[in-house]
C-alpha cells in the first residue's frame, strides 16, 4: 500500500489550494480515504474522509473545503479554498480500514495506512 500527498505551498490568506493523495497497491475503490493536518506543536486532526457512500468534514473544514476522489485514477483530491493562517499544516492522506468514513473517521485510529505529509503554509 502506497499513498503520496502532494500539492502542498505557500498561498497567501483567502487563496485556494488543492491537494491530491495518489494511492497504489490495494483496490482503491474499495476504501475509504481520509485527510488529516497536523501543525506545528498541535495533535493531529481530521479534516475530511471520503468513501463510496460518504464525505466527512471536519467543522473547520465545511463550507471551505471540498473533497473528490476519481477511482480510475486511484487518486483522491481536497480542494480547499478561502484559506486561513490557521490552516497552515501538515497535511496527510490515509486509507480507512474499509469503505465507510464511519463515525469515528475523524481519529487517527481509524486508519491503517498513511502517506507522507505534504506542506500548505497560509500566509502573506
Known amino acids: 500500500v502506497q499513498l503520496q500527498a502532494s500539492g502542498g505551498g505557500l498561498v497567501q490568506p483567502g487563496g485556494s489550494r488543492r491537494l491530491s493523495c495518489s494511492a497504489s497497491?490495494?483496490?482503491?475503490?474499495?476504501?475509504?480515504i481520509g485527510w488529516f493536518r497536523q501543525a506545528p506543536g498541535k495533535e493531529r486532526e481530521g479534516v475530511s474522509c471520503i468513501s463510496r457512500s460518504k464525505v466527512r468534514y471536519a467543522d473547520s473544514a465545511k463550507g471551505r473545503f471540498t473533497i473528490s476522489r476519481d477511482n480510475a485514477k486511484s487518486t483522491v483530491y481536497l480542494q480547499m479554498n478561502s484559506l486561513k493562517p490557521e490552516d497552515t499544516a501538515d497535511y496527510y492522506c490515509?486509507?480507512?480500514?474499509?469503505?465507510?468514513?464511519?463515525?469515528?473517521?475523524?481519529?487517527?485510529?481509524?486508519?491503517?495506512?498513511w502517506g507522507q505529509g505534504t506542506l500548505v503554509t497560509v500566509s502573506s
Open positions: 490515509a486509507k480507512d480500514y474499509d469503505n465507510w468514513c464511519g463515525s469515528n473517521w475523524y481519529l487517527s485510529s481509524a486508519y491503517e495506512s
Open positions: 497497491g490495494f483496490r482503491f475503490d474499495n476504501y475509504g
